[in-house]
């Protein structure tokens, strides 16, 4: 089982809606991740975290606000999402941001109407 | 911006037969080459890493074959079974531009269906 986990599973919002995702990871690591999975292509990178400090926006519209509160969560803030938005959101996380194998979670699966 | 070149697309296998995916590399300074298992509604799996100091790692029924003067890795499934049916990724990492920091850049995937 993964260990870092995702909540929630699935989402639904409208165009107009705030709603965030959540991502906690207990495994110590200092180094946190953002990517975007749309069906069949490989996960593109958004954000990435270093010791709650963000590192890398990989150029990413502002309708997406991350937020890394403590070591362990990372979340990702939604608002006024377009429905090209639609996609599987993963969290990932390793050990530091060039050390370690990067672990990923379930994923939470965005759709927006 | 790195690129990492899987192939095949798509795979098809009897079950007991020896799926082969291909990644070639353009360059890289960086420590570990891994290869990721998804299946249809998960996140990507870490399903066997290697460093590029070794030629060949192997991990249950999976083996990893790296070549590093080709900028070559390879990964093997021995003794295939109708659940290994999934979408593989490889990976390379490479410093991302202006941070320093090294980021991941991943294969298009190879979609394996093994049949019974």
């Known amino acids: 089982d993964t260990e870092v986990t995702q909540t929630p599973k699935h989402l639904v919002m409208g165009m107009t809606n705030k709603k965030s995702l959540k991502c906690e990871q207990h495994?110590?690591?200092?180094?946190m991740y953002w990517y975007k999975q749309k069906a069949k292509k490989p996960p593109e990178l958004m954000f990435v975290?270093?010791?709650?400090?963000?590192?890398i926006n990989e150029s990413v519209p502002s309708r997406f606000s991350p937020e890394c509160p403590n070591s362990s969560l990372l979340n990702l803030h939604l608002h006024a999402l377009q429905p090209e938005d639609s996609a599987l959101y993963l969290c990932?996380?390793?050990?530091?941001?060039?050390?370690?194998?990067?672990?990923f979670g379930e994923g939470s699966r965005l759709t927006v109407l | 911006q790195q690129q990492v070149k899987q192939s095949p697309q798509s795979l098809i296998v009897q079950k007991g037969g020896i799926p082969i995916i291909n990644c070639a590399y353009e360059?890289?300074?960086?420590?570990?080459f891994p290869w990721y298992q998804q299946f249809p509604g998960k996140g990507p799996a870490l399903l066997i890493a290697?460093?590029?100091?070794?030629s060949e790692k192997k991990e249950g029924r999976f083996t990893i074959s790296f070549n590093k003067s080709a900028k070559q890795f390879s990964l093997h499934i021995m003794d295939s079974q109708p659940g290994d049916s999934a979408t593989y990724f490889c990976?390379?990492?490479?410093?991302?531009?202006?941070?320093?920091?090294?980021?991941?850049?991943f294969g298009k995937g190879t979609m394996l269906l093994v049949s019974p």
């Open positions: 990932a996380s390793r050990t530091g941001t060039n050390t370690g194998e990067l672990f």
């Open positions: 495994m110590g690591h200092r180094a």
């Open positions: 975290y270093s010791y709650e400090k963000l590192s």
């Open positions: 360059n890289t300074a960086f420590d570990y």
């Open positions: 290697i460093r590029p100091d070794v």
């Open positions: 990976a390379a990492p490479w410093p991302h531009m202006n941070s320093g920091y090294s980021t991941l850049t």
